[in-house]
């Protein structure tokens, strides 16, 4: 029987879905290796204790909350001490963090304060006597590294909507604990948090992205693709780097091998050519469609779905059928 | 202002990469290798603090074997002072060793920056920066895409998922550079030939005992070739019903 750990993300005083995809992986951990427990952490404002059940019923049996008027925001400091002095004080086999960019910061602080090592950006894992074993993807998706950690706690931090979050109800027993240092001391102070607009959902966490490159012409034809996001429902809006780096939409819709990383069911790509840089970011979409009108595109290479052509005659005619399927439906 | 920056040397990422025999590391027929993008960045952002701030230098460190010494030079040709290899003969995939022999590396240093890449763009794992800050009990922002120095304290803001964070801090410091602050400059002919003088000190990586490794090495199953339905958008119909009865996405 092995205990495992799971770092459970909020913002704002609600829960992150990464958070319940920690719990997820370290329940499947737990059970695989005798059906030890899963310890979630969970670190907030004052008032965050009430998100402790929704870590129960995801598979956590103890949960350590951590409030402090102090930790509205996230503070590195606070929280890395905080997380390695609950590891150090039981014994893991192998403890969970997300790859969400909390959890990028995070992660590797844990493991140097306690001396053992990472696996970073994995996408599925295994339990073994001698170690744990974890895939990711790397060289911007074109090789699967397999890795080995040795030493307890393995720490690993998990791609986002890689674990997919399964119920598994428990009643947990829920402890209440300091911060392992005064957030008062903490050199580095999260001054302000910006949100953006509370209707935009992340491009994490969508199931359907739809983007746009350079095809598209100038800034204000995005429209087109915000059309056909809002007539598909519960997707998000993403572009190249070609489209941000010319600010015709913020740098964080960057899709590609230096914005963000995605893997949704549907992945729409709108006037665009698909290079390397781009693809490094989408590859791994359940569901790939690409409309262009350069039939050799090298996006078309990776789409399941192509269609050649004018996207200011294509997309409309896509956001009207979208609209009548889901009418019909 | 005295600023080292860690870049790491990776393989160009447009290459069509195969599996050696060993089936842990890269067949190296043909690769071509570079600094990290985002090193670029770091390096970038470095030299020009050293500008603005007045008097001060750069240094550029690398670990790695001696093909590190060609990107080392670049950073000379660029502006840094002068360069490190920590020499290894081949880079771990061990974040946490990594950052013990750069920490051994800086922590004498007096430096009033550490600037790392936000990731190498081959692991895409940014752990190498937080793990060296907490080994050297520095403060530490990370991913960051802007950045103010003035009177030994800074402000960084860094995006997270839908939103943006605005932190102050201390030096001195380490930072991990995101894209958006600068892009790196190409090197003068005057740099090319002045980096040939500047010093380029080499020695042992102390690792320590590495506890992540490479058990295997894949290409990922193609995707099936991409199929093109058809021209204009009299197919949109047929895209949607595929989409619907297919995929199943829709």
Same mark, same amino acid.
């Given at each position: 029987?092995?205990?495992?750990?799971?770092?459970?993300?909020?913002?704002?005083?609600?829960?992150?879905?990464?958070?319940?995809?920690?719990?997820?992986?370290?329940?499947?951990?737990?059970?695989?290796?005798?059906?030890?427990?899963?310890?979630?952490?969970?670190?907030?404002?004052?008032?965050?204790?009430?998100?402790?059940?929704?870590?129960?019923?995801?598979?956590?049996?103890?949960?350590?909350?951590?409030?402090?008027?102090?930790?509205?925001?996230?503070?590195?400091?606070?929280?890395?001490?905080?997380?390695?002095?609950?590891?150090?004080?039981?014994?893991?086999?192998?403890?969970?963090?997300? &790859?969400?960019?909390?959890?990028?910061? =995070?992660?590797? !602080?844990? /493991? #140097? +304060? *306690?001396?053992?090592?990472? $696996?970073?950006?994995?996408?599925?894992?295994?339990?073994?006597?001698?170690?744990?074993?974890?895939?990711?993807?790397?060289?911007?998706?074109?090789?699967?590294?397999?890795?080995?950690?040795?030493?307890?706690?393995?720490?690993?931090?998990?791609?986002?909507?890689?674990?997919?979050?399964?119920?598994?109800?428990?009643?947990?027993?829920?402890?209440?604990?300091?911060?392992?240092?005064?957030?008062?001391? &903490?050199?580095?102070?999260?001054?302000? =948090?910006?949100? !953006?607009? /509370? #209707? +935009? *959902?992340?491009?994490?966490? $969508?199931?359907?992205?739809?983007?746009?490159?350079?095809?598209?012409?100038?800034?204000?034809?995005?429209?087109?693709?915000?059309?056909?996001?809002?007539?598909?429902?519960?997707?998000?809006?993403?572009?190249?780097?070609?489209?941000?780096?010319?600010?015709?939409?913020?740098?964080?819709?960057?899709?590609?091998?230096?914005?963000?990383?995605?893997?949704?069911?549907?992945?729409?790509?709108?006037?665009?050519?698909?290079?390397?840089?781009?693809?490094?970011?989408? !590859?791994? /979409?359940?569901?790939?469609?690409?409309?262009?009108?350069?039939?050799?595109?090298?996006?078309?290479?990776?789409?399941?779905?192509?269609?050649?052509?004018?996207?200011?005659?294509?997309?409309?005619?896509?956001?009207?059928?979208?609209?009548?399927?889901?009418?019909?439906? | 202002?005295?600023?080292?920056?860690?870049?790491?040397?990776?393989?160009?990422?447009?290459?069509?990469f195969s599996i050696a025999p060993d089936r842990k590391s890269l067949d190296q027929s043909?690769?071509?290798?570079?600094?990290?993008?985002?090193?670029?960045?770091?390096?970038?952002?470095?030299?020009?603090?050293?500008?603005?701030?007045?008097?001060?230098?750069?240094?550029?460190?690398?670990?790695?074997?001696?093909?590190?010494?060609?990107?080392?030079?670049?950073?000379?040709?660029?502006?840094?002072?002068?360069?490190?290899?920590?020499?290894?003969?081949?880079?771990?995939?061990?974040?946490?060793?990594?950052?013990?022999?750069?920490?051994?590396?800086?922590?004498?240093?007096?430096?009033?920056?550490?600037?790392?890449?936000?990731?190498?763009?081959?692991?895409?794992?940014?752990?190498?920066?937080?793990?060296?800050?907490?080994?050297?009990?520095?403060?530490?922002?990370?991913?960051?895409?802007?950045?103010?120095?003035?009177?030994?304290?800074?402000?960084?803001?860094?995006?997270?998922?839908?939103?943006?964070?605005?932190?102050?801090?201390?030096?001195?410091?380490?930072?991990?550079?995101?894209?958006?602050?600068?892009?790196?400059?190409?090197?003068?002919?005057?740099?090319?030939?002045?980096?040939?003088?500047?010093?380029?000190?080499?020695?042992?990586?102390?690792?320590?005992?590495?506890?992540?490794?490479?058990?295997?090495l894949?290409?990922?199953?193609?995707?099936?070739?991409?199929?093109?339905?058809?021209?204009?958008?009299?197919?949109?119909?047929?895209?949607?019903?595929?989409?619907?009865?297919?995929?199943?996405?829709?």
């Amino acid at each position: 029987m092995a205990t495992a750990f799971a770092f459970a993300e909020s913002r704002g005083g609600e829960l992150r879905k990464v958070a319940l995809e920690t719990v997820t992986a370290a329940r499947q951990a737990a059970d695989a290796s005798g059906g030890g427990e899963v310890h979630a952490l969970l670190v907030g404002a004052p008032g965050i204790a009430a998100r402790a059940p929704e870590l129960g019923r995801h598979g956590a049996d103890l949960i350590t909350v951590v409030e402090d008027a102090a930790l509205e925001h996230y503070s590195a400091e606070v929280f890395a001490a905080t997380a390695a002095a609950r590891l150090s004080a039981g014994s893991y086999r192998a403890a969970f963090f997300s &790859a969400s960019a909390q959890g990028r910061d =995070l992660a590797p !602080r844990v /493991a #140097a +304060r *306690l001396g053992v090592s990472l $696996a970073c950006d994995v996408t599925g894992f295994e339990m073994r006597d001698d170690a744990v074993i974890a895939q990711h993807p790397g060289y911007t998706g074109k090789v699967m590294v397999t890795l080995r950690l040795v030493g307890s706690p393995a720490l690993l931090s998990l791609r986002p909507g890689a674990i997919a979050p399964a119920e598994h109800s428990r009643t947990p027993r829920v402890e209440t604990a300091k911060p392992a240092t005064d957030p008062a001391a &903490a050199r580095v102070v999260v001054t302000e =948090l910006t949100q !953006r607009a /509370a #209707a +935009r *959902l992340d491009l994490g966490e $969508a199931r359907v992205i739809v983007s746009g490159g350079r095809g598209l012409r100038a800034p204000e034809n995005f429209k087109l693709v915000e059309d056909l996001a809002a007539a598909i429902g519960n997707a998000a809006v993403g572009a190249t780097r070609a489209v941000t780096d010319d600010g015709w939409r913020p740098a964080t819709d960057q899709i590609g091998q230096t914005g963000r990383v995605v893997t949704p069911d549907l992945y729409i790509a709108v006037g665009i050519s698909g290079a390397i840089q781009h693809l490094a970011g989408m !590859r791994t /979409a359940k569901t790939i469609v690409a409309i262009n009108k350069d039939k050799d595109a090298p996006i078309f290479k990776v789409a399941d779905y192509g269609i050649v052509g004018d996207l200011f005659e294509i997309v409309p005619r896509l956001t009207e059928e979208v609209k009548r399927a889901r009418h019909s439906h | 202002m005295k600023i080292a920056v860690c870049i790491k040397r990776v393989p160009d990422m447009e290459a069509r990469f195969s599996i050696a025999p060993d089936r842990k590391s890269l067949d190296q027929s043909g690769l071509k290798y570079e600094m990290g993008d985002f090193d670029g960045y770091a390096l970038e952002v470095g030299l020009q603090l050293v500008e603005k701030q007045g008097p001060g230098e750069l240094t550029a460190v690398s670990l790695g074997p001696d093909g590190v010494q060609e990107m080392l030079r670049k950073a000379l040709a660029m502006g840094a002072a002068r360069a490190v290899q920590l020499k290894a003969d081949q880079v771990p995939v061990d974040g946490l060793a990594i950052a013990r022999a750069l920490a051994a590396e800086l922590k004498e240093g007096g430096y009033d920056l550490v600037l790392f890449g936000r990731m190498a763009t081959d692991t895409a794992s940014g752990t190498v920066g937080p793990m060296t800050a907490e080994l050297l009990g520095l403060p530490c922002v990370t991913a960051i895409s802007y950045l103010e120095i003035s009177a030994g304290k800074g402000t960084a803001r860094r995006d997270l998922e839908g939103a943006a964070e605005t932190s102050s801090f201390p030096l001195p410091a380490v930072l991990t550079i995101d894209e958006g602050i600068a892009r790196p400059r190409l090197a003068s002919l005057k740099g090319i030939m002045a980096a040939k003088k500047k010093p380029l000190e080499v020695r042992p990586a102390q690792l320590g005992e590495p506890r992540l490794f490479v058990e295997s090495l894949a290409l990922p199953p193609d995707r099936p070739p991409g199929r093109i339905l058809g021209e204009g958008a009299d197919v949109v119909p047929e895209l949607v019903r595929l989409l619907q009865t297919e995929a199943k996405v829709l």
